[in-house]
C-alpha cells in the first residue's frame, strides 16, 4: 500500500498506535450500549471522518481505485466489523482483560499466514520471542489466578474472541495484498463497507446520551480514523514476525488501564507477566541473542 510521507521509524510509529488503540476498550465501556450498535458508529463516524480527511488532503484524485484493490478493501472492511462485534462482546462476556489476552492468539496465527501465504522465514529466536510476550500476557491478564472465570457465558465470550482475532488476521492478509492505495482511502472503504453491512442489524431507536455520543464519536475519529491509518501505514514496511511482537503492546497498555481507570490493581503476578512483554518486545526489535538458540529458520 502506498504511503507518504516515507515513515522513518514504522516499528515506533506502529508501537505507539497500538498503545492509543488499547484504550478502546475504555471507550467501548464508557458508551455503554450494544456491541453491533457500537460498531455501526464507530464504523460510521469513522468513514465520515476519513472521507473529509481524503476530501481534504486530495486522496481520492487518483487514489488507487483499481477494482482489485476495492475487492481486497471491502472484504477486509466485512471482516473488521465482524472482528469488532465479536471483540466488543467479548469485553462483556469476560472482561477487557480477558479478552485482550485471548485476542493475542492473532500474533501466532498472523506468523503462520505470514509463512503461509507470504512463504516468509521465521527464526527460531524469533519463535521464541513470541512464546515469552504470550507467556507475559497470560500472566498479566491475572486469568490464570482466577478459577472463578467459569461457565457458558465466558465460554462464549472466548471464543468469540478467538473469532475476532482470526477476522483480524484476515484483515492482515488482505490489506497486505492492496497495491498502489493509500492507507487512508483503504480504511475509508473498510469503514464504509462495515457501516453499510452493520445498518441492518443496529438499533437505532434506543436512548442514547451525549456522554455516549462523544465515546462513539471518539471511537470512530481516534481508533478508526487516525489510530488504524497509523497502523496501516507501516503493515507494508515491516516484516511480519516484527508485526507479530509490536502487538503486544496492546495488551500491555489495555491491562494497565484497566488498572488505573476500573481499579483492578495488579499483583506481583500481573507485572511479571508485564515486563515479560516489555522484555519480549525489547528483545526482538533489538535482536537480543537468546542464549542457546542457533538462528535457525523454518
Known amino acids: 500500500m502506498e504511503n507518504s510521507p516515507t515513515l522513518r521509524n514504522p516499528a515506533l510509529q506502529l508501537a505507539l498506535a497500538l498503545a492509543v488503540s488499547a484504550t478502546v476498550g475504555v471507550f467501548v465501556v464508557e458508551a455503554g450500549i450494544d456491541p453491533l450498535t457500537t460498531v455501526f458508529w464507530r464504523c460510521a463516524f469513522g468513514a465520515t471522518f476519513l472521507f473529509l480527511w481524503n476530501l481534504a488532503f486530495g486522496h481520492l484524485k487518483g487514489g488507487g481505485f483499481m477494482w482489485r484493490n476495492l475487492i481486497f478493501a471491502a472484504a477486509a472492511g466485512c471482516l473488521l466489523a465482524l472482528c469488532w462485534v465479536c471483540l466488543f462482546a467479548a469485553f462483556r462476556m469476560t472482561s477487557i482483560g480477558t479478552a485482550t489476552i485471548v485476542f493475542q492468539s492473532y500474533p501466532f496465527l498472523l506468523i503462520l499466514a505470514g509463512w503461509l501465504v507470504w512463504r516468509e522465514r521465521v527464526t527460531v529466536e524469533q519463535l521464541a520471542w513470541i512464546v515469552l510476550a504470550f507467556a507475559g500476557v497470560a500472566l498479566a491478564s491475572g486469568a490464570l489466578a482466577a478459577p472463578a472465570f467459569t461457565g457458558g ?70 481508533h478508526s480514523g487516525l489510530v488504524m491509518v497509523a497502523m496501516y501505514a507501516t503493515f507494508p514496511l515491516l516484516p511480519t514476525p516484527r508485526i507479530a511482537i509490536l502487538n503486544f503492546v496492546y495488551p500491555a497498555v489495555a491491562i494497565l488501564l484497566d488498572w488505573f481507570i476500573y481499579r483492578h490493581p495488579l499483583t506481583l503476578v500481573q507485572l511479571a507477566g508485564v515486563a515479560l512483554i516489555v522484555l519480549a518486545t525489547l528483545g526482538a526489535n533489538l535482536g537480543w541473542r537468546l542464549p542457546g538458540l542457533a538462528r535457525k529458520t523454518g
Open 153 to 222: 457465558q465466558w465460554v462464549q465470550g472466548l471464543g468469540l474472541t478467538l473469532l475476532a482475532a482470526a477476522c483480524y488476521v484476515g484483515v492482515t492478509v488482505l490489506v497486505r495484498a492492496i497495491r498502489g492505495q493509500r492507507a487512508e482511502v483503504t480504511m475509508m472503504i473498510q469503514a464504509s463497507v462495515g457501516a453499510v453491512l452493520l445498518a441492518f442489524g443496529a438499533d437505532f431507536h434506543q436512548a442514547i446520551s451525549a456522554r455516549s455520543w462523544a465515546w462513539l464519536a471518539g471511537i470512530g475519529v481516534i
